[in-house]
């Protein structure tokens, strides 16, 4: 505490001094004229306000380079719309494998009430019997892969 105050007043004396030793500039209207230079002209605004008219249309920060739907206003609440739900995949399960030729007995396929057999390269309602792995049929649709395996084995 004893070091604080001293520093403090050396501190503000210099402040002081500082701000005592500034020299306000004038104005760059007036050092033109006392320098015999021509004063700057105006500054088109006509123009500066078609450019800026031009910038705010072609939405340089915006990937898309389009305004955006719903206008940013801090003052108000956002609401936005949930987004669409992904679409359901169905849930496929192997039932068993028939052969040889091996076959695979599919359940849950997208408009079939009970199991297809399926033959390597067959195809129903989208969804194709791709690959025969050992115990694993693989089967390929819009977007998805499934891996499937028997669950137990059959005796």
Known sequence: MKLFIPLAAVGAAGSIAAWATVIPEPPIEERLAEAGAPAPAPADTA????FATRLRTRNPFRLDRKPAEVLYNPWEPVVVAAPAPPPVRPPLALAGLVGPPWNALIEGIPGRESGVLLQLGDSVNGVRFV????DTVV?????????????RAWH
């Not at 123009?47 to 078609?50: H, M």
């Not at 690959?131 to 050992?134: E, V």
């Not at 089967?139 to 669950?151: E, I």
Request: net charge positive; no cysteine; proline share 0%.
């Open 47 to 50: 123009a500066l306000r078609t």
């Open 131 to 134: 690959a025969l792995r050992g």
């Open 139 to 151: 089967l390929a649709a819009f977007d998805t892969t499934w891996s499937l395996t028997s669950r």
